[in-house]
């Protein structure tokens, strides 16, 4: 005897029909459950809202009320709270251009506003940048900083490779305060025909920081 009995062509075809419809409704289960909208963005009326997209705030310039100094002729500018002063001095071809930044305060007075903040340009071909790092006993070679006075850090300022130290100028003397404040900071960048050294007292080192953030070149 046969153990299995030909069904008839209708319930083959009845089989097929139901297997089909089967399949098909577990697939379309299946994409409805992994496409469907999340429960959180379903309000209680069973509505779907279209979820918004989210704007976020534009960051606020904390430097924007601060002025602005911009010198064309060496291609440079940066912000500076509003109650300090810049004054200028000197000429790349004497001695190196200033650009002292001071507050505006009696107890400053211009006579020693070098003692804050400065700014100063070297022109390259007469005092060269392993010139003026030497005056800090800073020596360049084969672009490797080495120094037995100093400790280097690389940085960048307005988007230029510079370096960074500090160091104690004895011959500075006493502040406003009557404190011997002698330890500065200093930056020093090489770029095209000037070499950049910005410079300030430990006491203005949290403004010169912000200061030199805001240094760009105007190319």
Do not use: C
Request: charged fraction near 25%.
């Amino acid at each position: 005897m046969a153990l299995f009995t030909k069904l008839p062509n209708w319930a083959s075809i009845l089989i097929t029909v139901i297997t089909t419809v089967i399949v098909v409704g577990l697939v379309a289960w299946g994409g409805y459950e992994l496409f469907k909208p999340s429960p959180s963005k379903l309000p209680e009326g069973g509505e779907v809202v279209e979820e918004k997209e989210k704007v976020l705030p534009e960051e606020e310039d904390e430097f924007a009320n601060w002025k602005t100094y911009q010198n064309e002729e060496y291609g440079f500018e940066f912000k500076y709270p509003n109650d300090f002063k810049i004054r200028e001095g000197g000429t790349p071809l004497e001695t190196p251009k200033t650009f002292e930044i001071y507050p505006i305060d009696e107890r400053y007075s211009t006579d020693n506003s070098s003692h804050f903040i400065t700014t100063s340009l070297y022109l390259t071909a007469r005092y060269p940048y392993e010139r003026v790092l030497s005056t800090y006993d800073i020596i360049y070679s084969d672009g490797q900083y080495s120094s037995d006075r100093v400790s280097i850090q690389e940085i960048k300022v307005g988007g230029k490779k510079a370096i960074t130290f500090e160091i104690n100028l004895g011959w500075i003397g006493k502040d406003y305060k009557g404190r011997n404040n002698a330890m500065y900071t200093k930056v020093i960048i090489e770029r095209d025909k000037y070499t950049y050294s910005f410079s300030a007292i430990e006491d203005f080192k949290t403004i010169f920081n912000q200061i030199l953030s805001t240094f760009k070149f105007l190319d």
